[in-house]
Structures are given as structure tokens and as C-alpha cells.
């Protein structure tokens, strides 16, 4: 067991993009979900308990640990909010269209698709995914020209990110030419010539765009739309956070569809 710190400044440059993840629920997932793709963990003595088996697997299969104080984690991870573990691990790669239209044609029932039109802010994207992932909403897809996954944003999932996979179009205009060629309609948020949301019919495929947190949505997207909806409010503020409304329009899918079944908590 090794004390040895190695600065996130020495890390290799690898041909697979690796990213340090930290937190609690994203390292728990990390470690049950993609153990292959983890290269270092790092944590400290008051959370070794609960990693007591990933640290037992990294020492059987050559994988380095070290435990480390919270003040040292606090400077790898360049962060206070690490919670006493981080796990450096090859990031997922976005996959393709072609990718999620084999995986969708495994699907037989809804698959309702989520398009980020230019989302930028890492904590909306981490809150989205959590929100996916508490819906069970697989697919999410951006442009190719959307940032990678941060580490900020992995931590705000709280485990969503691994649980939700990511898919890179050409733009927008090229994705949503794709999803209508697949039967979806394409439903986006709007102030203007908007039916409310709570009296809107959401069909089986859909996907739902959500814009810019300050622009909103592209006009290539924009104009492509099959329908603008609109979350009712008391217009006390000028409008929901991005993440805020993903939750309500995640929501309302999944109970107009049934989506969920597990028990009430």
C-alpha cells in the first residue's frame, strides 16, 4: 500500500482519454460498473471501509491505490468536494448514431432520447444525467463539438453518469434528420407558440431538445421542432435552469408512459 502521490500534472497523455472521476456515488459506480477501464484509486483511511473490496480487486489484478489524507485528495483532485475518493479510469468514448440506432432496435418498447443543444455548464449535465438515470432514460445525444465529460460533472450525476450513455452527432440539424427518419418526434421547450406541457400528449418516441443555458436552442434546431411545448409557471422568475426543467419534462414522460415501476420511497 503505497502513499506516494502522483500530481494530476504527471499523468501520461494516453491515446484513450482518461479522467479523474471523485465522489462517493460516482466512485461506487465507476468501480461496480467499469472496473477494466479503472488505472489508479486514491482514498482516504475514513472511506477505505466502503472500498474495501475494489482496493482488494486493484491489488489482484496490479492496479495502484493509495491512501492518501483529505488534504492531499483535496490537491489531486484539485477539488474540496472529492468525499474522501477518486479514481483515475479511461473515460467512454461518445459513441456513433449508428451505434444507438442498432441499440434501439433492441427496444421494444419506448425509448424516449434526449438532444443537448449546446449545453455547456458541467453541473447542469452531471444533474441531467442523474435525472435520467432516476427515470431510466438510457441515450442522451450532443454534437460533436460537445465537451467531454468533466470530472464536475460526473460528481453532480452521483452515479447517473454510468448508468446513462452518450452519443455524438454530426449537428443537430444531421441528428434530428436521423430521429425522424426513426419515427421520433421532436418536442422542445419554448415561450412562444407553446402548447403547455400538462396538456400535451408526449408520443411513445420522442426526443426532447434542450437548448443553451442562456442563448436556448439553435435555429437549425429550432425550426425543425414538431412541436414546442411549455412548462407552466408563475413567471415570478424568467425561467426554469436547464436542469431544473429536464426533471419536469423527464417526469411527465415517465408518467404519462409508465416508465417506472419500482416501489414509492
Same mark, same amino acid.
Given at each position: 500500500?503505497?502513499?506516494?502521490?502522483?500530481?494530476?500534472?504527471?499523468?501520461?497523455?494516453?491515446?484513450?482519454?482518461?479522467?479523474?472521476?471523485?465522489?462517493?456515488?460516482?466512485?461506487?459506480?465507476?468501480?461496480?460498473?467499469?472496473?477494466?477501464?479503472?488505472?489508479?484509486?486514491?482514498?482516504?483511511?475514513?472511506?477505505?471501509?466502503?472500498?474495501?473490496?475494489?482496493?482488494?480487486?486493484?491489488?489482484?489484478?496490479?492496479?495502484?491505490?493509495?491512501?492518501?489524507?483529505?488534504?492531499?485528495?483535496? /490537491? $489531486?483532485? #484539485?477539488?474540496?468536494? !472529492? %468525499?474522501?475518493?477518486?479514481?483515475?479510469?479511461?473515460?467512454? &468514448?461518445?459513441?456513433?448514431?449508428?451505434?444507438?440506432?442498432?441499440?434501439?432496435?433492441?427496444?421494444?418498447?419506448?425509448?424516449?432520447?434526449?438532444?443537448?443543444?449546446?449545453?455547456?455548464?458541467?453541473?447542469?449535465?452531471?444533474?441531467?444525467?442523474?435525472?435520467?438515470?432516476?427515470?431510466?432514460?438510457?441515450?442522451?445525444?450532443?454534437?460533436?463539438?460537445?465537451?467531454?465529460?468533466?470530472?464536475?460533472?460526473?460528481?453532480?450525476?452521483?452515479?447517473?453518469?454510468?448508468?446513462?450513455?452518450?452519443?455524438?452527432?454530426?449537428?443537430?440539424?444531421?441528428?434530428?434528420?436521423?430521429?425522424?427518419?426513426?419515427?421520433? /418526434? $421532436?418536442? #422542445?421547450?419554448?415561450? !412562444? %407558440?407553446?402548447?403547455?406541457?400538462?396538456?400535451?400528449?408526449? &408520443?411513445?418516441?420522442?426526443?426532447?431538445?434542450?437548448?443553451?443555458?442562456?442563448?436556448?436552442?439553435?435555429?437549425?434546431?429550432?425550426?425543425?421542432?414538431?412541436?414546442?411545448?411549455?412548462?407552466?409557471?408563475?413567471?415570478?422568475?424568467?425561467?426554469?435552469?436547464?436542469?431544473?426543467?429536464?426533471?419536469?419534462?423527464?417526469?411527465?414522460?415517465?408518467?404519462?408512459?409508465?416508465?417506472?415501476?419500482?416501489?414509492?420511497?
Amino acid at each position: 500500500m503505497s502513499k506516494k502521490i502522483i500530481p494530476r500534472n504527471q499523468v501520461k497523455t494516453a491515446q484513450v482519454p482518461e479522467l479523474l472521476f471523485y465522489g462517493l456515488h460516482i466512485c461506487e459506480k465507476l468501480g461496480d460498473r467499469r472496473r477494466s477501464d479503472i488505472i489508479r484509486v486514491y482514498c482516504t483511511e475514513e472511506v477505505m471501509p466502503s472500498f474495501k473490496p475494489l482496493l482488494q480487486w486493484c491489488a489482484g489484478n496490479r492496479k495502484a491505490y493509495h491512501i492518501v489524507t483529505a488534504k492531499e485528495l483535496e /490537491k $489531486i483532485t #484539485g477539488s474540496v468536494h !472529492h %468525499e474522501g475518493v477518486a479514481i483515475l479510469a479511461r473515460q467512454a &468514448p461518445y459513441a456513433s448514431l449508428r451505434d444507438l440506432e442498432q441499440l434501439l432496435s433492441k427496444h421494444s418498447g419506448p425509448v424516449p432520447l434526449l438532444y443537448l443543444d449546446g449545453v455547456q455548464n458541467p453541473h447542469n449535465i452531471g444533474t441531467i444525467m442523474r435525472v435520467m438515470a432516476s427515470f431510466g432514460w438510457p441515450y442522451v445525444v450532443g454534437p460533436k463539438t460537445m465537451a467531454p465529460m468533466s470530472a464536475a460533472a460526473a460528481r453532480m450525476s452521483e452515479g447517473g453518469a454510468e448508468f446513462v450513455e452518450v452519443f455524438a452527432a454530426e449537428s443537430g440539424s444531421q441528428f434530428i434528420d436521423w430521429a425522424k427518419n426513426l419515427g421520433y /418526434k $421532436i418536442f #422542445g421547450t419554448s415561450s !412562444h %407558440e407553446a402548447t403547455s406541457l400538462y396538456k400535451t400528449s408526449l &408520443p411513445d418516441r420522442v426526443v426532447i431538445v434542450l437548448g443553451h443555458e442562456v442563448h436556448g436552442m439553435s435555429k437549425e434546431v429550432d425550426r425543425k421542432l414538431d412541436q414546442r411545448i411549455a412548462i407552466p409557471t408563475t413567471g415570478q422568475v424568467e425561467s426554469l435552469n436547464v436542469a431544473a426543467a429536464t426533471g419536469i419534462l423527464v417526469g411527465e414522460y415517465t408518467r404519462q408512459h409508465k416508465l417506472v415501476s419500482g416501489p414509492l420511497r
